[in-house]
């Protein structure tokens, strides 16, 4: 049987213009959740996480950067500026 996550039901909260959620005492001390945690959207929808788990793996950083689509065109221009010839000379 494949590892199912926990679901917990939780309600929202007024904090004044801003809403929050109550998260159970057990689940605090499980994951350690201290005063700040981050809250990242997913395709599934929001992770929350503890600041202090905040690194990332290897693998993570890369389908991240992959996620970005970046494009590389410029950076030939850059490699063709004549700035290593002159590191040559030291």
Excluded: C, H
């Amino acid at each position: 049987m494949e590892n199912q996550p926990r679901v917990n039901d939780v309600k929202l909260i007024s904090i004044g213009n801003s809403k929050g959620v109550r998260i159970p005492k057990a689940l605090l001390q499980k994951y350690n959740l201290k005063d700040t945690l981050f809250i990242e959207e997913t395709e599934r929808g929001l992770l929350l996480r503890n600041k202090e788990g905040n690194k990332l793996s290897w693998e993570n950083t890369y389908k991240a950067m992959a996620d970005e689509k970046e494009r590389w065109d410029d950076l030939d221009i850059t490699l063709q500026d004549g700035l290593e010839d002159e590191d040559a000379g030291l």
